[in-house]
């Protein structure tokens, strides 16, 4: 009995792992910083605390699993911050702090034996993720203006990509990097918000950078 009882708080913890890596592996094709290992991290953590807060103190009448559940909701915002980033007078990250914060719940809930829910709200996260950045994609492309490059993958090149734009102020609405291991070449496309974009010298300066194969305005 007590085997099967330790099986099951495995498979939980196994699980749990599972669906934030199923979402991290989503925010990681992107490039982001908290990709795989970090949202995997944070489903299993969480469910370990559910565990210890259900299971470590049998018997103890001082025992309240929601207490424990409360300041994992609360404290992850913590780690969820550090993934939001300011660029010019453009913010990035908001959608992997929203991950993390959602990937923590799932770990929450398959500890305590909810895995129906943990299981949905996996599913319909990386539906989200997916498919509605591709509807969003579409709207982008007809009321903002696209800029899309090919260069030599290289550390600190999507930053340097990114700060011609910070530097003249010019909002970045959203970033995608795809890197070609093969080819050895990242792939970066940036949406701007805004009139008045100094094209010519934008171009200028993004041709300028070390490592810039083609880059093309749209």
Not at 13 to 27: C, K, Q, S, Y
Not at 55 to 78: H, T
Not at 189 to 217: A, C, D, F, Q, R
């Amino acid at each position: 009995m007590i085997i099967i009882i330790e099986l099951i708080l495995v498979g939980r913890l196994v699980l749990a792992a599972l669906m934030g890596a199923f979402i991290g592996l989503e925010r990681e094709s992107h490039g982001r910083p908290a990709g795989l290992r970090t949202h995997t991290l944070v489903a299993l953590g969480s469910c370990l605390i559910m565990l210890i807060s259900i299971y470590a103190f049998p018997g103890s009448s001082a025992r309240d699993p929601a207490r424990l559940a409360a300041q994992v909701v609360s404290g992850i915002g913590f780690l969820g911050a550090g993934t939001i980033l300011r660029e010019g007078v453009s913010i990035r990250g908001l959608t992997t702090a929203a991950t993390l914060w959602v990937v923590a719940g799932i770990g929450l809930a398959i500890g305590s034996g909810f895995y129906l829910g943990g299981i949905a709200t996996t599913i319909v996260s990386v539906f989200t993720l997916v498919f509605l950045n591709n509807v969003e994609k579409k709207y982008i492309d007809t009321k903002y203006t696209k800029v899309r490059a090919i260069m030599e993958d290289r550390p600190g090149q999507l930053a340097a990509f990114c700060k011609v734009f910070a530097e003249r102020g010019i909002n970045v609405k959203d970033v995608d990097l795809n890197i070609d291991e093969k080819t050895e070449k990242a792939l970066i496309t940036v949406y701007l918000k805004g009139h008045n974009i100094p094209k010519e010298k934008i171009l200028e300066e993004l041709t300028s950078l070390p490592g810039m194969i083609n880059v093309k305005w749209r």
